[in-house]
């Protein structure tokens, strides 16, 4: 009994560490993030935990909290990581879409049922795995529609799966930007 109590405290704990490296109490003014640039870093922060490849990432312009959408990714490459074997490498990929940007991650991992992405995935505190608290998903979702923009997925069980997020291309933006940070 004493060891559950541990488990469940160690595990509140982490829980609860994870929401303060990731809570910012003021989020940064929009502005404009090149996509590309963006990826490239991320890659190069989560090369050492996986393998990640780039195999198609267009130059595009976003109008967004730079922050949070590395936070978004780093959410989405994290849960493909824990859902993937070492030889099984992670694919990001980002794309015009109509007025949107598509920044896709994709996994050949366990995958997902239909109905669990369709009433479990983006519930807080409900995780298809083992230990986890299904606090990334819901995060991301969130982060996702506070910049106008929404999460996409798309996954089968012991096939993979493939987030989608889209967020506005920074096409109509304010007349003071620079027309040199506008959308290519």
Do not use: W
């Amino acid at each position: 009994m004493i060891e559950t109590l541990q488990d469940s405290a160690d595990r509140m704990n982490g829980l609860l560490e994870r929401l303060s490296q990731h809570n910012k109490s003021h989020p940064e003014e929009p502005k404009s993030v090149k996509v590309a640039d963006l990826i490239r870093s991320i890659i190069e922060k989560k090369r050492l935990l996986h393998s990640l490849e780039c195999s198609r990432v267009d130059d595009l312009t976003i109008f967004a909290d730079p922050a949070r959408v590395e936070q978004i990714l780093g959410h989405l490459i994290q849960n493909a990581i824990d859902a993937s074997t070492e030889d099984q490498p992670i694919t990001i990929n980002a794309r015009r879409r109509d007025l949107s940007v598509a920044i896709e991650v994709c996994d050949q991992g366990t995958g997902m049922s239909a109905e669990f992405v369709r009433n479990q995935l983006f519930k807080p505190f409900s995780s298809s795995k083992q230990g986890g608290f299904g606090i990334g998903a819901y995060e991301a979702r969130e982060l996702a529609r506070s910049m106008n923009g929404r999460l996409e997925v798309e996954s089968t069980e012991n096939v993979g799966s493939r987030f989608t997020l889209l967020l506005p291309l920074a096409k109509h933006l304010p007349k003071d930007i620079p027309a040199d940070e506008r959308a290519a």
